[in-house]
């Protein structure tokens, strides 16, 4: 699941676009999911293997405050150890991930009206199969049986396929915010957008 996550990272393409190391992907953006609430996680399988999967979280205020508390300063402590492969490349990455926080340009939620979140990932060859909305309708059937209020994801305007398929279930835009993240890697234009589905 892990590779499939890094081999799309990058608007479809592998995360050594900007990141060094796919370790420190996986660590600093997936082991949350994977070490600490993996039971909210479903696979789509084709030919006797994995070929997309959905991570999803319940409380994302607790993931929060599990992220600052116990992932992140492993990972920080493990880039600062020597752990992973790095260059200028990840250090930029990380130099525009702040940046984009100071300025502003992640779309905010209400976690108190959309806690839970998800995220989505399939190999290039088994997209419009349908297996995306499979697991996506999994789920939100899930959650709904959990009594969950709200699903909220957060996506990018340069994923337009993933924006219709969210906006066909009931997702609808929150916030969108231009951001200068991509700057020089895409050549156009990029919004951060956030989509919540109310359940009740």
Request: with cysteine; glycine share 8%.
């Amino acid at each position: 699941m892990l590779d499939i996550a890094a081999n799309t990272a990058f608007f479809g393409e592998p995360v050594e676009a900007f990141l060094d190391d796919r370790r420190l992907f996986w660590d600093a953006f997936y082991r949350y999911y994977t070490d600490l609430e993996s039971e909210h996680a479903w696979v789509a399988c084709a030919n006797e293997q994995v070929v997309g999967f959905l991570m999803g979280c319940l409380d994302t205020k607790q993931q929060r405050a599990r992220l600052l508390r116990e992932i992140w300063p492993q990972t920080i402590g493990n880039l600062f150890r020597g752990a992973y492969r790095l260059s200028t490349r990840t250090w930029r990455y990380i130099l525009r991930v702040a940046l984009a926080g100071l300025r502003g340009e992640y779309p905010k939620v209400d976690f108190d009206v959309y806690p839970a979140h998800l995220h989505l990932n399939l190999e290039a060859a088994w997209r419009g199969f349908g297996l995306g909305r499979r697991l996506l309708e999994t789920y939100l059937d899930y959650l709904r049986r959990l009594g969950v209020p709200g699903v909220h994801l957060e996506t990018t305007s340069l994923n337009q396929v993933a924006c219709h398929l969210y906006q066909s279930v009931g997702f609808h835009l929150i916030e969108a915010k231009p951001t200068r993240l991509w700057a020089g890697l895409v050549p156009q234009p990029v919004e951060n957008r956030c989509f919540g589905l109310k359940l009740g």
